[in-house]
């Protein structure tokens, strides 16, 4: 069998791996993007129930690749953001009104942004997509050649692994991780209510972490449940009725009745960061690198980050002719991008350890915290645009500029 | 052979010893590979301004020739032949060659590489679009000839580029003192102060060859943020275009 031979090879076709394949070679790469499950199968609605938090600046580096266009419609933009500490009086409000005209992020269904990403990749002559097709294994030389489960080999100048938390790329190329377990579990669902929520989101502040409703389109909000990883099994295994009355003490009823919609789901929360993003022939994306808790809705918007700022430095380093896993090319790819995500994964833990828990100094102390920050507008502000992606050394794409 | 004259023997002995590790980003080249993507930008711009082409294109110097003096084990011959030109690098080592066409057969990049000294190539009459000699001239006994040489290849509207050290009292202390002796970034005895040239020098030279100096920039390196930089500052290190001004 030929040995094939693109420029960048993307091992991992999710949110974050499609994203890299597509701006890398929208900017003219030849690009390879290999995933191990079946495009047909990924793009059911029983594949991933999930909604993903797109903040502002994540939005322009899919408009800046040509996928926005195809999801917009169906993105549901947040307006305001509501956090609340468990029945206290005073809570923290974000208006994006206060800071211009633009939303402060949009929440899409991940089966929507899989197949706009899908859409948009087909239009792209010189990127392959090969799924269904199993990685056995990588071997890093004068190039990076990689066996396919079929016998076949591919040759690419750089491997990116965007291949998930558990990333095998990442253990082969032994990287070490720092890694813990929140004793938390995270509850997933979809639920319709009679009044609409008007682009509002909330953030509760319940005992055993943050309870998130975030607006959907059509009068829907996505759930998102942070439980004690102890009481969360007998949750999920509740009948329709019961676990409707447990979601509906936790939401409220600021919007009416609400109905469960389709499947509960859940995941264990867990924490990750790579002691290093590069390796010879090798980068990590997104959760390969880093893996942060739910509370802020970031955990995405950081690999989108990721994604813009390594497809910048190899479409600056390529045209300079260098190797696209030229040294200099991925130190900067890495200096680049741990800062900003060493920090956002120190603040989400930080935040989290803050607000799970009821010890009563502490309570007072958080409550002071967001009435201080409510009260001081540069400081809101801040934290506002931060929430929007749009803080930091921010790569080309995401300031709307083109690669 | 007279014209192996203006080759220093005990330099490509010390090139050819490290001639394995060229590429390797932490070995004797480092200096080099960091300096690297600044110096391709000046080259890349400049050539593109100079050919009309865009430089945000993948491959603007399609179509385009380009001879690299003293190519070593390729660190701008491969990314100058990615950028489209079709590239002929010498050096005058059989080790610094061999490393290089094993490195650009690894690369997948058809380079045409050859140990020839660039007095002889000026013999044979080829003219290339683009001619380069990157940290060359402070290595060679006679620049004088070797400058005579080097701007003969250079074709009609095509452009020569240069970059060396300056014969300044900073281009000794940070150029051989601190390079060499205190930060260790360059092996001992690489360069001799004596043989560094100033910009007026190379420009007189040139012009008696009918060519025009067009560029002059200085490199320098940024002790705080870790990184050179392309500065107005040409008292060290520094890099210059020449034209040949027919079309």
């Known amino acids: 069998m030929a ?46 129930g999930r909604t993903s ?31 609340v500490d468990n029945s206290a009086p005073l809570f923290l409000h ?12 949009w929440i899409v269904e991940n089966r929507h942004l899989r197949r706009a990403l899908h859409d948009r990749a087909g239009q792209l002559p010189n990127l392959e997509l090969i799924a269904p097709m199993a990685v056995e294994q990588a071997d890093y030389g004068a190039a990076a050649t990689l066996t396919l489960a079929d016998g076949g080999k591919l040759q690419a100048e750089l491997i990116a692994a965007a291949d998930g938390k558990n990333s095998p790329l990442r253990e082969a190329a032994r990287i070490r991780t720092v890694t813990w377990s929140y004793p938390q579990i995270g509850i997933v669902t979809t639920v319709r209510h009679p009044k609409p929520h008007r682009g509002v989101a909330v953030e509760h502040f319940l005992p055993a972490g943050p309870f998130a409703i975030l607006p959907m389109t059509d009068s829907r909000s996505s759930i998102v449940w942070t439980e004690d990883a102890g009481l969360a099994p007998a949750l999920l295994a509740l009948d329709d009725g019961a676990f409707h009355r447990e979601l509906q003490r936790r939401f409220g009823d600021f919007l009416g009745e609400i109905s469960v919609e389709g499947p509960r789901w859940s995941y264990p929360l867990s924490f990750l960061h790579a002691t290093s993003y590069i390796a010879p022939r090798l980068a990590l994306v997104g959760e390969a690198a880093h893996v942060i808790h739910p509370i802020a809705g970031q955990g995405l918007n950081l690999g989108i980050r990721d994604t813009a700022a390594l497809a910048e430095c190899l479409v600056d380093g390529r045209r300079l002719g260098l190797d696209l896993a030229d040294a200099t090319l991925l130190a900067r ?57 749009m803080i930091g050394d921010l790569p080309r794409l995401v300031r709307g500029e083109a690669l | ?35 690297n993507p600044v110096r391709l930008a000046f080259i890349r711009d400049r050539l593109a301004a100079r050919f009309g082409r865009d430089a945000k294109s993948l491959r603007p110097f399609a179509g385009l020739t380009l001879l690299d003096i003293g190519s070593g084990a390729g660190l701008v011959a491969e990314p100058m032949t990615r950028l489209g030109f079709a590239v002929t690098g010498i050096d005058a080592g059989d080790a610094v060659i061999n490393a290089a066409r094993a490195h650009a057969e690894g690369a997948a990049l058809a380079i045409t590489y050859r140990a020839e000294p660039v007095e002889r190539v000026a013999a044979k009459g080829n003219q290339f679009n683009a001619v380069l000699a ?80 067009e560029a002059m920039v ?3 390196y940024d002790p705080i943020r870790d990184r050179w930089q392309l500065t107005s500052d040409i008292a060290v290190n520094y890099l210059i275009m020449a034209v040949h001004p027919h079309r």
């Not at chain 1, 828990?357 to 540069?378: C, F, M, S």
Request: charged content about 20%; hydrophobic content about 45%; some cysteine.
């Open chain 1, 53 to 83: 938090a797109i903040a502002y600046g994540s939005m322009r580096v899919l408009a800046g690749i040509g996928v926005w266009p195809l999801v917009a419609d169906q993105a549901e933009a947040i307006l305001e953001i509501r956090v």
């Open chain 1, 94 to 105: 974000y208006d994006h009104r206060e800071i211009g005209d633009e939303p402060l992020g």
């Open chain 2, 1 to 35: 052979m007279a014209a192996q004259s203006n080759i220093d023997d005990a330099d490509i002995a010390r090139f050819a010893e490290q001639a394995p590790q060229w590429w390797d980003p932490h070995g004797t080249t480092k200096p080099l590979q960091r300096i």
């Open chain 2, 134 to 213: 990157l940290e060359v001239i402070e290595h060679v006994p006679d620049p004088d000839a070797f400058l005579r040489a080097a701007a003969s290849l250079v074709a009609p509207g095509g452009a020569l580029i240069l970059s060396t050290l300056n014969r300044t009292a900073r281009g000794f202390v940070l150029g051989i003192v601190a390079a060499e002796r205190i930060l260790g970034w360059v092996p001992r005895g690489t360069h001799d102060w004596r043989r560094f040239r100033r910009p007026s020098e190379l420009a007189a030279t040139l012009r008696r060859q009918g060519l025009l100096l």
């Open chain 1, 333 to 389: 790819y890495q200096r680049w991008r741990r800062f900003d995500n060493v920090m956002l994964a120190g603040v989400t833990d930080g935040l989290n350890r803050l607000f799970s828990n009821t010890v009563p100094p502490i309570k007072v102390a958080r409550d002071l915290g967001l009435a201080a920050v409510a009260h001081i507008p540069p400081l809101k502000r801040l934290f506002m645009r931060h929430a929007m992606g």
């Open chain 1, 3 to 48: 040995t094939a031979r693109v420029e960048l090879a993307v091992v991992g076709g999710g949110l974050n791996g499609m994203t890299l394949g597509i701006a890398c070679a929208s900017a003219g790469l030849r690009v390879a993007v290999l995933d191990r499950e079946d495009p047909a199968t990924i793009l059911s609605e029983r594949f991933d």
């Open chain 2, 218 to 220: 200085g490199l320098s």
